[in-house]
């Protein structure tokens, strides 16, 4: 069964920083690229950030320079460390997985559930 779990969301003031964990389990994790999602309350899904299989990255513009992006192919696991959070970066946040391993992805097969990220300013 395919698994995609995302944590490590929380509150925190402007400023300061989260890392998210996605721990991926039930495919061939190596193989697929991992893309980081985020929604907030009445507004479209925005693509985050993603790795492909072969360790290209890619952000998104309202992110790029403070959140990084990796991955642990040991562990199966993807992380989205988040620096010099601001009040806009408040959404719930989601990993999905794409099994072209493409960066940007050809389409999302699985995708996890979301974690809560609340910035207070």
């Known amino acids: 069964e395919v698994q995609l779990q995302a944590s490590g969301g929380g509150s925190v003031q402007a400023g300061g920083s989260l890392r998210l964990s996605c721990a991926a389990s039930?495919?061939?994790?190596?193989?697929?690229?991992i893309g980081w999602f985020r929604q907030a309350p009445g507004k479209a899904r925005e693509g985050v950030s993603c790795?492909?299989?072969?360790?290209?990255?890619l952000y998104g513009k309202s992110v790029k320079g403070r959140f990084t992006i990796s991955s642990d192919n040991v562990k199966n696991m993807v992380y989205l460390q988040m620096n010099s959070l601001k009040p806009e970066d408040t959404a719930v946040y989601y990993c999905?997985?794409?099994?072209?391993?493409?960066?940007?992805?050809?389409?999302?097969?699985?995708w996890g559930q979301g974690t809560q990220v609340t910035v207070s300013s």
């Open positions: 790795i492909s299989s072969n360790g290209n990255r």
């Open positions: 039930g495919f061939t994790f190596d193989d697929y690229a």
């Open positions: 999905a997985a794409d099994a072209s391993g493409l960066c940007p992805a050809v389409g999302y097969d699985h």
